[in-house]
């Protein structure tokens, strides 16, 4: 019996981690895509003289 609930707790971790991962991807992908649709809106000036610093 506890082999068995140790197999399904590890299963449902399993589970629950891949969610998150699922989620983030979407997310991130999501957030691309919209930065992406509005890129084209903005003057190519502002980003010649606006440099994203790292």
Same mark, same amino acid.
């Given at each position: 019996?506890?082999?068995?609930?140790?197999?399904?707790?590890?299963?449902?971790?399993?589970?629950?981690?891949?969610?998150?991962?699922?989620?983030?991807?979407?997310?991130?992908e999501h957030r691309r895509s919209k930065l992406l649709s509005e890129l084209h809106q903005v003057p190519g &000036?502002? &980003?010649?003289?606006?440099?994203?610093?790292?």
């Open positions: 019996m506890n082999e068995e609930l140790i197999s399904i707790v590890m299963g449902v971790t399993v589970l629950l981690i891949a969610v998150v991962f699922t989620v983030g991807h979407y997310r991130r &000036w502002y &980003w010649q003289r606006h440099q994203p610093r790292n």
